[in-house]
């Protein structure tokens, strides 16, 4: 098996609880989120179930994916974004100040709407990542795990020295993917990641999170309804104020919000009279 | 339905027909932009031929490793050859990580703020500053007030000012590759938990060393010509011997090729005129060299980086 350094988000190590615990993967508390002077996104309160699929929906501008990219910091990056309240990852608050965004990445991997496979050979792309890491193990192993873990290892199994950027746009998607879990995070995001794909390549995807369903906690972006309604778990609907501020407008699970949304702008929503 | 010939009625609006001055400047500014082409090539051609007329029957091994002399037909080039190549390879070793770490350090690290964007506006106007400046500059700076280091008017002082003088060029080269490389990269690598640095040395840096190594190459093959800072900071025409193949060499005085030339040039023999005309071949093999290797380079890294 794999051994990793021991890393935890502060420099003092804790127990993690797993995969079957019932402590929600993402706790989020009142979050609000600012770029310069824009409220983007306003007091979210939320609880990620580990181990689950959970989609997040919603029209454009609701705030879906800032959401999401608050749970790795990569907000952070972007000039004058601003957070207040907190999210708890293993009953962390990732935004606290001794927190090292770096090692919260570690651990919450990501998947962005546009592949963006590294400009290197497959094999670097998945072996990247662990090796930055600090990984000590079987690199070989860990390459072919991630890709069979990926559903990509049968496809370029004779061909790792090959660019990753020679791939269809499908497979680099599932690269991306096999590269975010050789470095085994708890969590991964998922930001639209089939919106750049055409139907197959898009349901291969989809089956590829049903298999990665119960090891990892999985958060999705879309904007198409029916994969949320195929793949997920769980729904978030997001949507916004009249003055473009984003909120959580209703949380259940998907079957609960697909069929029996308690929210009126939900069910207008999903029924497809707004939005 | 009007033929397209006929001129309008009152109702529909009326269009010029395609003849006439409208049809006169189409057929001028063809032949018009290829003169325009053509005059840069014919004054460099007539520049080539003049030069290898009066300098080809002079070149020979032992003009490239002959001193300079008093007299005409043994003077060579030697001193001033070995000159510009340790000048070039010292201000290639100062300005290339100088360049490449301000070039990173600004779009990579630096935040954006007034400070920065002051350092950029200055970077940007120094590389529009006048050479013989940057001379005056590396006079006063590294001839006297460095004196104990550089020992004055040496081959150390010289790659100095150059340094000075190619640095803006070298870090707006940089900054530019730095720039063509897509954010997703970036983002991709920090998402897997990637240090700053880390996502620069492997993923950024990789993609933008080609633009780097390019931007940099033609820095040095300018400062190679360059004539005016070194006369300034004073290195000599007349040098009748070779650095010592040591750390020691930094601390001689020199010569490099552009001033020997000069040199020759102002002189009343005819015979200098030629080993001039022959000092000016050897220097343009030098930059055309040069040239070559930073296409090379650009090629070999954009293969490696697949």
Known sequence: ?275 | MTPLTSSSTALTPTWAPIRGARRLWDRLLGPLAFMATLLGLVVLIVLLIDVFRDGWPRLSWKFLTSFPSRKPEEAGILSALVGSVWLVSLTALFSFPLGVGAAIYLEEYAPRSRFTEFIEVNIANLAGVPSIIYGLLGLELFVRFLFPVTNGRTILSGALTMTLLVLPIIIIATREALRAVPDSLRQGGLAMGATRWQVVRDLVLPQALPGALTGTILALSRAIGETAPLITIGALTYIAYLPPFSLEALRTPFTVLPIQIFNWVSRPQAGFHQAAAAGIIVLLVVLLTMNAGAIYLRNRFQRRTV
């Open chain 1, 1 to 275: 098996m794999t051994s990793f350094p021991r890393i935890s988000l502060r420099t003092e190590s804790l127990s993690s609880p797993s995969a079957t615990s019932t402590v929600p993967a993402i706790q989020v508390r009142h979050l609000g989120v600012w770029y310069g002077s824009k409220q983007a996104l306003k007091d979210v309160t939320l609880d990620v179930p580990r181990g689950q699929i959970t989609a997040f929906i919603g029209p454009s501008g609701c705030g879906k994916s800032t959401l999401l990219r608050s749970f790795n910091r990569m907000n952070d990056l972007i000039p004058g974004a601003r957070v207040e309240g907190e999210v708890l990852i293993e009953g962390q608050n990732i935004y606290a100040a001794d927190v090292d965004p770096v090692a919260v990445r570690r651990h919450v991997g990501m998947v962005f709407q546009k592949p963006n496979p590294f400009p290197k050979s497959i094999y670097e792309n998945v072996a990247w990542g662990a090796r930055i890491n600090g990984f000590k193990g079987n690199m070989d192993e860990l390459v072919e795990e991630a890709l069979r873990d990926a559903a990509l290892w049968d496809e370029v199994k004779d061909k790792l020295k090959e660019s990753g950027l020679s791939l269809s746009g499908g497979q680099q998607q599932r690269l991306c993917i096999a590269r975010a879990i050789a470095i085994k995070p708890e969590i991964i995001l998922m930001d639209e990641p089939c919106s750049a794909l055409d139907p197959i390549a898009t349901l291969k995807i989809e089956d590829l999170m049903r298999d990665l369903r119960g090891r990892y906690t999985i958060v999705i972006v879309t904007h198409n309804m029916q994969q949320a309604a195929r793949v997920s778990d769980y729904t978030a609907f997001f949507t916004v104020t009249p003055d473009h501020v984003g909120y959580l407008e209703e949380f259940g699970t998907t079957h609960q919000i697909f069929t029996n949304p308690r929210s009126k702008i939900t069910e207008d929503y999903i029924t497809g009279r707004f939005g």
